[in-house]
Every structure is written in structure tokens, then in C-alpha cells.
């Protein structure tokens, strides 16, 4: 019996949500000086949703000000002064070398203003957020939904991936109890392993099916790395169902090849495998 095929579908953790729909998350550290949007505005590409500030870039940025001030002074002067004369080349290194820092400084300060990479409506908003409050990169800020067709993302196992086919079958099934059942196709399957999930709702650190072991990514960001080797899904909605208001938890349940039980513990331990050659 364990060699008999008896399994034909595959189950996919998935969210149904817009094509285009936007995490926003700040790019730089700092203080909550200015809320301009709240859950429900519309807004456009470019928007400020957040001014923040920051008293350690403006310090550091003054600093810098005023030492290029000073060594354009010493250039000005230097035919008239031998020792600024012999020193030239330095000052002019110095001179390029501050003028990158405050191109840098003024760029990390562009950033404290929290803009919306998309247009659309801001369906879901960080209600902590308010003036005086120090916040990381890591801060979640605004949800913003735009256009575009209906979608499912999810993350399927490496076993089930290699049971896909091309442009399979499947229906999308709601956590929501008596939500309708969403028809899709597959679209795309990541040929890497996904190196984090990008889709904390389907995080078991948020209650979602995918195992996950949280670390400490780049910039205060944390990242959900997968316990097991997990690949990117994409698929289409195959009908004109409306947008969720925010993207919708559940399961993507796939047409896939026959698969034994014998069949799927070898594909178990070759995984295990290949991993463990570094291939």
C-alpha cells in the first residue's frame, strides 16, 4: 500500500489579496513628529503618510555643514597661505569626502518622511503611531491597497513543489468561516527557496501553518525564516471576485501528480540530502 499512489492534491498557506498590495514599513529610524493619514484615506504614489525626525542625523548633519564651511574657506585662502597651499590635495579630498557624507545624511533625512510606494487606500494603519514616539525599522506603518486583479501568494513545501504542473488548477478556501470559495490558477512557483517569508500572517509566529524560527535581519527588521525548505507561489484569481479589504488568510488546494506514501518519504530524505551536500 505505501506504494500506491493515493494522494493527488496539494495544500498551499496562502493569502488572497490585491496584485498590488503595499507593506509599508519606515526606512530609517526616528521620532513620530506628523500623522497625515489615517485607515480609509486614498492616497497617491509619493504621499506622506508619516514625517518623523531625528535629532541624531540633524545633529551630524550641522556638524558636517559647518566642517565643509570651514574647509572651503581654507581653499579660498590657500594662495595666501603657504600651509594651506602645501595641504591643497588633502583639503580637497576632505572636501569630496564631506560632501558624500551629506549627500548620505541629507538622504537618511529624505527617508524619516514615510511615503506610499503605491496609490490606493490605506486599509489598514498603525494605530500606535502617534507624535513623540520613537520607532524602528522594523515598525510596521500602513497597509495600502491599490489596483490590480484578485491574487494568491503562498509558500509550498519543497516535496509538493516538484508535484506541480504548469498552470494547475485550484480553489482558494477562507479562514473566514462562510467565506466563498475563490477559484485560481497557478501562475509562477520560485525556482530558490524562499530565504525568509514576507507574509507574517502565514508565519506560525503569527499563527499561520508555516513553521518559522524568527531572526535578526538587516536594519532592526526581523526576519521568519522557514524551518524547511519553502518555495513562492503565485496564483491567478480565475473569476471577477471583489478585493478584500486587506489580504485574506487560507489555503490554496492544488491539483498535483499522484503521490505514494513510500514516494513522498524518499523525496523527504533526498531533499534532506541535497541540502546537506551544500548542492
Same mark, same amino acid.
Given at each position: 500500500l505505501a506504494v500506491v499512489p493515493w494522494s493527488q492534491t496539494v495544500s498551499i498557506p496562502a493569502v488572497l %489579496? &490585491? /496584485?498590488e498590495l503595499a507593506r509599508v514599513y519606515p526606512q530609517? &529610524? +526616528?521620532?513620530?513628529a506628523e500623522v497625515r493619514v489615517r485607515q480609509g484615506d486614498r492616497v497617491?504614489? +509619493?504621499d506622506a503618510l508619516v514625517v518623523m525626525v531625528s535629532d541624531d542625523i540633524t545633529h551630524r548633519?550641522?556638524?558636517a555643514e559647518r566642517r565643509l564651511a570651514l574647509i572651503r574657506m581654507r581653499l579660498e585662502r590657500r594662495s595666501a597661505d603657504s600651509q594651506d597651499r602645501a595641504k591643497s590635495l588633502t583639503l580637497e579630498q576632505e572636501l569630496r569626502s564631506l560632501n558624500s557624507e551629506i549627500d548620505g545624511l541629507k538622504r537618511e533625512s %529624505?527617508?524619516?518622511?514615510?511615503k506610499a510606494p503605491v496609490a490606493g487606500e490605506v486599509v489598514e494603519f498603525n494605530r500606535d503611531l502617534h507624535v513623540g514616539r520613537s520607532i524602528s525599522r522594523a515598525e510596521f506603518v500602513a497597509l495600502i491597497k491599490g489596483a490590480g486583479q484578485l491574487v494568491a501568494r503562498g509558500y509550498v513545501s519543497e516535496q509538493d513543489a516538484a508535484r506541480l504542473n504548469p498552470s494547475s488548477q485550484a480553489v482558494f478556501i477562507s479562514d473566514i468561516p462562510g467565506a466563498q470559495h475563490v477559484g485560481l490558477k497557478l501562475k509562477d512557483v &520560485?525556482? /530558490?527557496a524562499a530565504g525568509s517569508i514576507d507574509m507574517p500572517e502565514l508565519a506560525s509566529h503569527y499563527g499561520g501553518e508555516v513553521a518559522v524560527r524568527p531572526q535578526a535581519g538587516p536594519g532592526g527588521h526581523r526576519r521568519l525564516t522557514p524551518v524547511d525548505a519553502r518555495y513562492l507561489a503565485v496564483l491567478d484569481a480565475q473569476s471577477d471576485s471583489p478585493l478584500p479589504a486587506m489580504s485574506v488568510r487560507g489555503v490554496a488546494i492544488l491539483d498535483g501528480a499522484p503521490q505514494s506514501l513510500a514516494a513522498s518519504a524518499w523525496r523527504r530524505v533526498a531533499a534532506v540530502l541535497v541540502r546537506e551536500s551544500g548542492f
Open positions: %489579496e &490585491a /496584485s530609517q &529610524a +526616528g521620532v513620530v497617491v504614489a +509619493g548633519l550641522r556638524l %529624505e527617508n524619516l518622511t514615510i &520560485a525556482r /530558490s
